[in-house]
């Protein structure tokens, strides 16, 4: 009896601990349940929704550019794309076929189309060309029932009003690549674009604005269901620019067919007017996409569309330079206002003849007529004395040898060469006869146009470090702007002497003088050669500039000031091969000048 009492004991104990074990397992189930219901609900809740709720970036307007009178420079406009839904296609290739008679797809387009066609899923919409006009939209609604899977798409595309006028200031966008900087998800959108130069990529971030963002349910294949909500994004802020667009356009068109660059200054606060590089490109055809052909075309072309010659073309000075020696030699006090030297056409250093481009010389000569008739002796003889430590000095003081900073992208710096660059670069000391060729702006030295536009404003507004800006400078910034320390009663001798370039009979650019209601201008003419001119050609008489090949022929030069009193504008104008500076420059920096003066008049008659 006492066995059958233990083993029911037993059995009864282990029954217990069953049921405990069960219950307590229980208790953990509905515990788990409870911590998943109550307090993950919110975590499931959200991993459900994603499940069901696509979340997708909206792409915001950019912002507009203006120029200084509120002219639009950059704008967004409607865009029409044509898309193809491959699911909505039968046969995607045959769609292809039929659009391609209506409008035309290059390789390039064809292989793009191709490849997001395998990329994306078949409801997804593939673009097949954008930008179409009003007509080409017609079109394709026309032959809608030959086009299976082709639908027709409304955006906002960048347009640039002006073009080719303003590329090489306003730059241009296009499509995000491998090596833009990714800190902002609207990079990873796809067809979404970016600054790639000039204005467009300086305030690239301002100009850019914040993404919206649509909510769309979509089933397990994520095909969309319907929308759910959405929120706009935020526009792009304006940009204001100092460019005055009229001013701007006139630059352009005085330039012709010539190659160069134009660049007009405001010279009390350093604001940019205008800003030429010629010949140019459409920032449109590169927003929407350029052809090998057309790229290649612009590469092949010798006078380098591409370029942006106002800050990546370094070039000789010229006699523009001798203003810079003419006042380092008054500062150093090696030349004064009455002193005078005979230019008899050449002279020499050692056995070796350094010659004045008036072959008969200009006789005894002061500073100013130096100036008026760029003649070459006087400042041989000036940068002898001087030295090249005090030429280099004086240049770098006035904005020539580094680079200015004005924000556009590949800007060089020029330079200004001195005893201890020669050394470096050459392992060779300085030879006296480089004083004399740096004395006329030649030899190492290299500017660029920008430099020198800001070297006259300096030189013309009484000797204060403007720094050219497409910004507006408030009033603050422009009572802070320094004193270069040089001597103000010098500065007029320089002021006067290229006065006289224009105004006085025998100057450089007599012939493009003006007066208008009695305001005059100022200048500086220069002839830079890109080839050096053989004895026999010096005997038998040089060859005209016309004869040569076009990249054999001469720089042209032209820097200018207006009105004569009280400098308001500094201009610069560099003609690539231009033969001379006062037949082909200085017309061109003239009549920019007097432009600029008319407009002011017009403004206060409306006034």
């Not at 000039?198 to 089933?219: A, D, Q, T, Y």
């Not at 005085?254 to 009390?268: K, P, R």
């Not at 061109?588 to 000048?593: A, D, E, N, R, V």
Request: hydrophobic content about 40%; aromatic content about 8%.
């Amino acid at each position: 009896m006492n066995r059958d009492n233990d083993k029911g004991k037993v059995l009864i104990n282990r029954s217990l601990i069953i049921a405990a074990g069960k219950m307590f397992l229980f208790l953990v189930i509905i515990a788990r349940l409870y911590y998943l219901q109550v307090y993950q609900a919110d975590q499931y809740k959200t991993l459900a929704d994603e499940n069901r709720i696509s979340t997708r970036l909206l792409i915001p307007p950019r912002g507009i550019i203006y120029d200084r009178n509120g002219e639009m420079l950059a704008t967004n406009r409607q865009n029409f794309q044509a898309m193809i839904v491959a699911e909505q296609a039968p046969n995607v290739q045959q769609t292809l076929d039929a659009f391609k008679k209506i409008m035309p797809l290059s390789e390039a387009e064809e292989e793009r189309i191709k490849k997001d066609l395998k990329r994306n899923r078949s409801f997804v919409p593939i673009k097949i060309k954008e930008n179409l006009t009003w007509e080409e939209v017609a079109r394709i609604q026309l032959n809608a029932s030959d086009l299976p899977g082709i639908i027709i798409d409304e955006g906002l595309s960048r347009y640039y009003p002006y073009g080719e006028k303003m590329a090489h200031v306003i730059g241009y966008v296009s499509s995000v690549s491998d090596k833009d900087v990714k800190d902002d998800p609207l990079l990873e959108v796809p067809g979404f674009k970016i600054g790639k130069s000039g204005i467009e990529k300086l305030f690239e971030k301002k100009l850019r604005g914040s993404g919206g963002i649509l909510k769309l349910e979509v089933n397990a294949f994520g095909r969309i269901m319907k929308q759910i909500e959405r929120t706009d994004g935020i526009p792009g802020e304006r940009v204001d620019l100092t460019i005055d667009a009229r001013l701007q356009s006139k630059a352009f068109d005085l330039f012709g067919e010539e190659s160069g660059s134009a660049i007009l200054l405001d010279v009390n606060s350093g604001e940019i007017l205008a800003f030429v590089s010629t010949p140019s490109f459409d920032p449109n055809i590169m927003s929407q996409g350029v052809s090998s052909e057309m790229w290649n075309d612009w590469l092949k072309d010798e006078k380098k569309p591409l370029t942006n010659k106002g800050v990546a073309g370094q070039y000789s000075p010229g006699s523009t330079f001798k203003m810079i020696v003419a006042l380092a030699g008054l500062e150093a006090g090696v030349i004064k206002p009455e002193t005078r030297s005979f230019c008899a056409g050449k002279m020499f250093l050692g056995n070796h003849a350094f010659h004045c481009w008036k072959s008969q010389g200009h006789g005894y000569i002061n500073v100013v007529e130096a100036l008026q008739h760029s003649c070459d002796i006087f400042f041989y003889e000036t940068a002898q004395k001087l030295g090249i430590e005090k030429i280099a000095e004086m240049s770098r003081r006035f904005g020539l040898g580094s680079k200015i900073n004005i924000g556009l992208e590949n800007e060089k710096p020029g330079l200004i060469p001195d005893k201890a660059w020669k050394l470096k670069r050459f392992g060779e000391p300085w030879q006296q006869g480089e004083n004399l060729i740096s004395g006329i702006g030649q030899g190492y030295i290299l500017t660029t146009p920008i430099q020198l536009a800001t070297m006259t404003a300096r030189l013309v507004n009484g000797g204060y470090e403007v720094q050219p800006s497409f910004i507006k400078l408030s009033d603050k910034e422009k009572n802070k702007i320094k004193k270069i320390n040089v001597s103000s009663a010098n500065l007029e001798l320089i002021k006067e002497g290229m006065y006289n370039v224009v105004n006085k009979q025998g100057g450089t650019a007599w012939w493009s003088r003006f007066d208008f209601n009695g305001q005059k201008m100022g200048g500086k003419t220069g002839t830079t050669q890109v080839r050096r001119i053989s004895m026999k050609e010096r005997q038998t008489g040089i060859i005209a500039q016309e004869d040569l090949p076009w990249k054999y022929r001469n720089h042209a030069l032209f820097v200018g000031y207006a009105p004569q009193y009280n400098p308001k504008y500094a201009v610069v104008v560099l003609v690539e091969h231009g033969r001379g500076g006062s037949t082909t420059a200085a017309p061109i920096g003239s009549k920019l000048l007097l432009e600029a003066l008319k407009l002011d008049a017009a403004k206060e008659q409306t006034n």
